[in-house]
Each structure stands twice: as C-alpha cells, then as structure tokens.
C-alpha cells in the first residue's frame, strides 16, 4: 500500500492560523474534560469519604488492567443540561481491559448528586448496554446510585428507551450469552436493586452496598415496619440469607479483585478474524491535523490529508480515484486491522453516492469494517440534480450503508449537515462508535440557512399583516435566531445530548477508532444481504 | 509483479521464492539458490550463495535497508511497483476553470492579465454551505474571470480562463 503524500506546509500561514484556532478549541476542552472527571464540590468529596467510599475514578483504577487503555464514552454528557450542574451525567461509561479482555463499564459516579439516574443519565447507560449488545461484550456495573431523580421522573422512566431499557438490556445480554457482574458500592434501591440481581454475579461491599426494592424509609411509611439498612438489604443478608448477592467483600479493594478473578473464569471466545497488517503509527504526525482542520467550518480541506494522519503509516489504497471525486474511498489499516474508509471531500453528487454504495458493497464482500470521514454539508440540490435522479442514488447509498453487515465506525471531522449525515452513518445508522471533532457542527441544516429561513417566514407573514419592516427590525427577529442555531449546531450540543459517543482531540482518532475495531471483533459479522436497491 | 528494490540508487527487479529445498532469488539474470541464517551478532546473518559463505549485518530503516557486507554497506530501498510505473498523469491541463456545481462567487483574487503560478487561488465559490478555492491549474496568464464577487453561476459555467501557452 502506498504512503499518501502529503501537499502540507507546516510553516504555511494557514496552517499556522488553524493550528492556534484548534490549539485554543482544545485547551479548553481538555480543561472541561478534566472538570467533569475531576472536579467536585468540596462537601461532596467530604460526603463520599464519610461513606468510607472510593471515587469512581479510583474504583476504575482498581478494576481495570494497570497501563492498559479506557476508551470513555461522552464524557461530556449533559454539559449543556440541568445548568452544568450534573457532569458527565453523574456516570461513566466505556470500555476497557480487565484480565486481558475487553469489557464494558457502567459506573455510577456517587460525587454527583449521589449518583441519581436523571434522564441523561439513562441515555449514557442505554447506550452503552447497546454497545455491549453489538459488539458482544460482557459488562461490569458498579452499582452506587440514590435511584431515579424524582423531580424529573418522567424522564427517567416510562418510554421506551428510558429506565426499562436499563434492564431489559441486560435481560437480553444475559440471553445472548454475555456475562454481566455488578459490584455494590452504594445503594441499589428500586428499580436499580435489578442491576445487580439481573447480573450473572454480583458482590457487595459490607458497611456500604445494600440492595432492597425499598429503603428504610419508604418501608417505614408503607407499613410502618422500622428496620436498618444492614438488616434490610446488606451484604451479609443478602449473601447468607436471601441469595440475591453472590460475594461479600469487606472492602472495596477485596470487592474489585473478586470481580477481576471472576473475569478470569468466564470462557474465551475467540474474536473474529479480519485482514490484519503489522501493526504501524502513521508517518505524520497526527498533531499536524490542528493545522489541516481549517479554523472557519465552511472552508474546503481535502481530507486525505486527514486520513494520512490516522491510518498506518499514512498508508492508503484509493478505490476509484478519479471518479465521484468527492467522495474519497479507499483502504487503509488502522492499529493492524484492515477498514474501507469513506471520506468525504465535497458535497455529494450523483456519481460519489454510487461510488460509496459500491465500495461499501465491496468491503462487505470481503468482511471489511467501514470507517466514515464525516465533512458533509448534504447531497447536492437543484433541478439538473434532481433530473439526473440524485434522491435515487442517495437513496442506493442508504441502502448499501444501512444494509452493511459489517462493524462500521464514525467520525464527525467538520460538517454533519441534512441528508449527508445519513449517507455518511450518522448516529441513527447503528455505528458501533461515533466520535466528533471539538470544532464539528451537526443540524439539518447550517445555522445561516436555518435562520435565515425562520426569519424569512416572519418577516413574510408580517408584510402580509401590512407592515414594511426595517433593516434594523429585520436583524431583531434574525440574529437571536441565529445565535441559538448557532449554538445549537456545535459539538458540545450533540455531545451533551449523547447524539454522538463523546468529543476527541483530533490527536486521539486513530486510538478511538483503533479500540473501537478491536472490541466490534468480539461479535460474528454476518453474510452480505441488503434491501432493494432503487437503480 | 516482481518487487522493485533499488540498491545505492540503482534500480534491480527480483522475487524471493522456495523451491521446497532453498530460497531462490528470481532476477533478471536468472535464478539463484541461496540460504540466509541468522547469526550470533544482533543484526548478523550468514548468506550462502553459490558454494560461498558471506558475513553480513543487517540493519532495517523506515525508508531503507542496510546491508553490511565484504567491507561494503548498500542501501537498499523497496520501490512501489505501482507507483513507479504509473508514468507520467494528466497529460495536458485544461485551460479553463469549470464550475463544479452552482453556486456564487465569493472573492476574486486575479485578473485578467496577470501572470500566474500553478495551485495559485483565483478565486473562493461557495455553494451548499461550503467555500471552495479554485486555483490555477497551471502557470499562465489570466485571459478572463468573468464573473464578480456576488456573481452567482450555473453547472460547467466558466468561471477563469487562462490565455493558450505559447508553442
């Protein structure tokens, strides 16, 4: 495979401007990441160590491989919400490496609000029980929540992808043969008192951990019956007695051990074989792409530049070269293992969607994974376009993306805009991981047109009223419009609705997507069979 | 395909390959039966070709590989055969600069007249949200960039001439 040559001059003016655009982007998102990992209300650190309770980062480091990585989802979860006051969701996710195998990991975080499940919360845990779902891997909860927020109880609990879903997942991982564990480091009330008992095993700490289907409290008020919380759902009750707790651990350090040598009985399936290469770090620096991401949004890049930054050895094999040229496809290894990336580089016409759909029939055929490139800002418009069938082909390349069999993985690297972010495997298109870029927008269409088209609209319906509006007026109704769209479309939106699995310093790609490939490899991939393509 | 290797700058075709009892390095010049095994020294080997024995030593670079033998170190480069033999692309460049898609002119950045160098930016279109920078697609000189900033144009519109190259 060759070497893609790279056109860059880092000491272009341009590439230094972008390079300081990024560089600032980055600070003070690696300063919001560390915040929501790290930063805590004195009182609440006090109340955790009252409990005689580890963090829920120190519980990570005492579960997982030393030195070995933690690929965490949406940090950033809920940044936008609940006025910043519940970071990450009061949860981490993410996958990570016990005992040598990849597992999945939801843990309560106990420093934020004790843990509560507000809407958020529930999103973040569904999601990843379905990335545990998809890619075949077993699950470690870490147990330690005050149960359900109840001032936002109907968004926690009745819809279909809300609390339910929680358990239901794990009813149909444990049916699909995937082990769960759970570990009890707090209070599993409610609802939550199924985590542990809908998990294969579970361990509870003595002294903290406690599992009822209701508190001291609600007991004391429904029947009167006074009762401690030892008595009524502890570790030693439940393990001696009841039988709804498997271990008792008289710390939380007894309590991760016993789960990491659990981890080393379960049985080892043997993953899923692809193309594999030596493994190789790419020949540019991926840093340089600070300098290639251009600092405005609506500026074109040519994203092979990009890809010479993430893949091995900035190796590439380019599939139909010079047709369809908008959209780049082609193969390259990522961390060893063979991918077919689709790139965009432009708008996509009628002749780039058949190229996708046929390069993505390709890696199919031959059981390679699909890495997307997201920089898309739609399917091309207008009367020429629509003669010549542009929905028809769009809609080819839908059914070859959707109908895909194998593991496909996305990155938002600038624009996510209509119809391009369905082609492209947006969020709604099952890829296994979604990252985006700290500087990324996503909406149905950009902030300009949508307010534009808002303003328009007002403006129309009031001249039919009889009123001339002025300049000034104009920019009135207009650029509150714009101000939210603008807000609306960025990165920190999507990435605080859970619209995408977090945000990544660009540097950072080529091991999100690396990891992501090797976890996916723990599920079958199926045989190619696909709907009815529109020819 | 044979592998193209080019040794102190000269290019050579060869492929390894096994006969059931040795290698046999295929060349231009004909087949030659030889055994490579690994020696006591990091990066040793002993070579036997042709009833002969040679110490060498080998070191592996990112671009190129060194081999040490008889007093003597080569470098050793492997060439895409792909790229090697791809020759010469494009051919002749178009003169004109052609829309790609429909769209409005944003900024200008040559006129008629001026003498200008390949990749230089003639003008930025925007269309579906996206600025795009035309450039020259060779040195030359504008004959005509017919349109202003503001202008909006059609599919395959001519939006920058250059002036035909002198014979």
């Not at chain 1, 739609?378 to 080819?396: C, F, L, Q, T, W």
């Amino acid at each position: 495979m060759r070497r893609i040559e790279s056109q860059i001059d880092t000491n272009a003016p341009d590439f230094k401007a972008n390079h300081a655009a990024m560089s600032e982007r980055l600070k003070e998102f690696h300063a919001r990441q560390h915040a929501t990992r790290f930063e805590r209300p004195q009182r609440d650190i006090d109340r955790l160590a009252r409990q005689n309770k580890l963090g829920v980062r120190e519980r990570l480091k005492l579960l997982l491989d030393p030195g070995t990585p933690f690929l965490e989802f949406s940090t950033l979860a809920a940044c936008r919400e609940y006025d910043g006051a519940v970071p990450g969701a009061a949860v981490v996710t993410g996958i990570g490496i016990v005992q040598g195998r990849e597992v999945a990991i939801h843990a309560n975080d106990a420093s934020v609000k004790g843990g509560a499940w507000y809407p958020h919360t529930v999103k973040k845990i569904v999601r990843l029980l379905d990335v545990a779902l998809e890619n075949r891997l077993p699950v470690i909860h870490i147990c330690d929540s005050a149960g359900g927020f109840l001032p936002l109880q109907h968004g926690v609990f009745p819809d279909r992808y809300l609390g339910g879903r929680v358990f239901r997942n794990q009813v149909k991982l444990s049916q699909a043969n995937i082990p769960q564990i759970a570990v009890v480091g707090g209070h599993c009330t409610a609802g939550g008192a199924y985590v542990p008992t809908l998990s294969d095993y579970n361990i509870i700490i003595e002294g903290t951990g406690a599992i009822f289907l209701g508190g001291p409290p609600l007991v004391k008020a429904a029947t009167g019956e006074e009762v401690g919380v030892q008595e009524l759902g502890g570790a030693v009750m439940h393990t001696s007695v009841s039988g709804t707790g498997d271990y008792r651990a008289a710390t939380e350090q007894h309590a991760f051990s016993l789960a990491r040598e659990i981890v080393s009985q379960w049985k080892r399936t043997p993953k899923t074989i692809i193309e594999t290469a030596t493994f190789e770090e790419p020949y540019y620096d991926p840093k340089e792409l600070y300098g290639i991401i251009p600092k405005d949004r609506k500026t074109q890049f040519d994203m092979r530049e990009v890809l010479a930054r993430i893949v091995d050895g900035s190796r590439f094999h380019e599939y139909q070269p010079d047709y369809g040229t908008t959209m780049i496809c082609g193969f390259a290894h990522i961390w060893g293992y063979k991918v077919g990336i689709l790139a965009n580089n432009g708008v996509l016409f009628n002749d780039s969607s058949l190229k996708a759909a046929h390069f993505m029939q390709l890696c199919n055929q031959n059981r390679t994974p699909l890495v997307f490139f997201q920089n898309i800002t739609g399917y091309m418009v207008g009367r020429e376009y629509e003669e010549r069938g542009i929905a028809k082909d769009g809609a080819k390349m839908l059914m070859a993306q959707g109908g895909s069999v194998v593991p496909k993985f996305t990155v938002i690297a600038n624009a996510s805009y209509g119809a391009g972010n369905y082609g492209m495997c947006g969020r709604a298109w099952d890829a296994r991981t979604l990252f985006m870029w700290p500087q990324a927008e996503i909406g149905v269409m950009g902030a300009d047109q949508a307010a534009n088209t808002m303003a328009d609209v007002k403006i129309r319906q009031l001249q039919r009223e009889g009123k001339e509006l002025t300049e000034e007026e104009i920019a009135a109704i207009r650029d509150p419009v714009l101000e939210k769209f603008r807000q609306d479309v960025e990165a920190y939106t999507s990435t605080s609705e859970l619209w995408d699995d977090g945000i990544l310093d660009p540097a950072d790609t080529r091991n999100a997507l690396g990891m992501s490939i090797s976890a996916s490899l723990n599920a079958p991939i199926d045989d190619p069979h696909y709907g009815i393509f529109r020819l | 395909m044979r592998r193209i290797y080019q040794i102190d700058g000269e290019e050579t075709e060869c492929w390894l390959s096994h006969d059931g009892r040795s290698m046999i390095l295929n060349t231009p010049d004909g087949a030659i039966p030889c055994q490579l095994d690994a020696a006591e020294a990091p990066g040793g080997y002993t070579l036997r070709v042709r009833g002969r024995t040679y110490d060498m030593r080998v070191a592996v670079g990112p671009d190129a590989t060194f081999v040490h033998l008889n007093g003597q170190t080569f470098a050793i480069g492997r060439v895409d055969p792909a790229e090697r033999l791809a020759g010469n692309d494009g051919g002749a460049v178009d003169d004109r600069i052609v829309a790609p898609m429909p769209g409005v002119v944003v900024s200008v950045n040559a006129k008629a007249g001026d003498q200008v160098k390949e990749g230089q930016p003639l003008l930025v279109i925007e269309s579906m949200k996206l600025e795009t920078s035309l450039t020259a697609p060779r040195d030359g000189v504008i004959a005509e960039i017919p349109f202003a900033a503001g202008d909006s144009f059609g599919l395959k519109a001519t939006l920058a001439q250059l002036a035909p190259e002198e014979e």
